[in-house]
């Protein structure tokens, strides 16, 4: 929730969740509370984007590859908009993401630190980013593992049997 919203968007809560707010807050939600069929119901307007909605998704890259190009002095790659180089130090830094997830490299930890610090800064105000730096990573359902000098391995074996798992058994 870190972009403000461009377009007027309504969501709604229902059920549990209406409830919820109502015994939060019931001055405040009380009034707002209509019933579809039994459920209890609250329209809102949105003054942020919302995680999740494609409008929130489409604003944070916005957001996001302008700080990147204009404050931190990255260029975006031409063939994917979700890829940014700089060389710093001699030596290719390359940011790439997907929505809010970010895997950044470079050869020197210390030229990661600077990047995650300035990254930090302007988008770690509500909540800290979390930073991962280990040998293996999770990264979209893909296991990145480093663990061998000079190569990645990666594969989706975990995701996969998650989702097999999550199929119903008819499939």
């Given at each position: 929730?870190q972009?403000?919203?461009?377009e007027?968007?309504?969501?709604?809560?229902?059920?549990d969740?209406a409830?919820?707010?109502?015994?939060?807050?019931?001055?405040?939600?009380?009034?707002?509370?209509t019933?579809?069929?039994?459920?209890?119901?609250?329209?809102a307007?949105?003054?942020?984007?919302?995680?999740?909605?494609?409008?929130?998704?489409?604003?944070?890259?916005?957001e996001?590859?302008?700080y990147?190009?204009?404050?931190?002095?990255?260029?975006?790659?031409?063939?994917?908009?979700c890829?940014?180089?700089?060389?710093?130090?001699g030596q290719?830094?390359?940011?790439l993401?997907?929505?809010?997830?970010?895997k950044?490299?470079?050869v020197?930890?210390?030229?990661?630190?600077?990047v995650?610090k300035?990254?930090?800064?302007?988008f770690?105000?509500?909540?800290?980013?979390?930073?991962?730096?280990?040998?293996?990573?999770?990264?979209?359902?893909?296991r990145?593992?480093?663990?061998?000098?000079?190569?990645?391995?990666?594969?989706?074996?975990?995701?996969?049997?998650?989702?097999l798992?999550?199929?119903?058994?008819?499939?």
């Open positions: 929730m972009a403000d919203i461009d007027f968007v309504h969501i709604r809560f229902e059920g969740i409830e919820l707010l109502v015994q939060v807050n019931p001055k405040r939600y009380s009034p707002y509370v019933y579809e069929g039994k459920k209890p119901t609250i329209y307007a949105l003054k942020k984007a919302l995680y999740g909605t494609l409008q929130e998704a489409m604003l944070f890259w916005k996001l590859s302008e990147i190009v204009n404050e931190l002095g990255f260029v975006i790659n031409q063939h994917d908009k890829v940014a180089n700089k060389i710093i130090d290719q830094c390359t940011i993401w997907h929505v809010d997830d970010l950044i490299s470079h020197d930890p210390s030229v990661l630190q600077s995650l300035q990254l930090n800064h302007r770690g105000k509500e909540q800290p980013l979390t930073v991962s730096e280990c040998k293996v990573h999770e990264y979209l359902g893909m990145l593992d480093y663990s061998v000098k000079g190569r990645v391995s990666i594969d989706m074996f975990d995701f996969i049997d998650r989702t798992e999550e199929l119903p058994n008819d499939l």
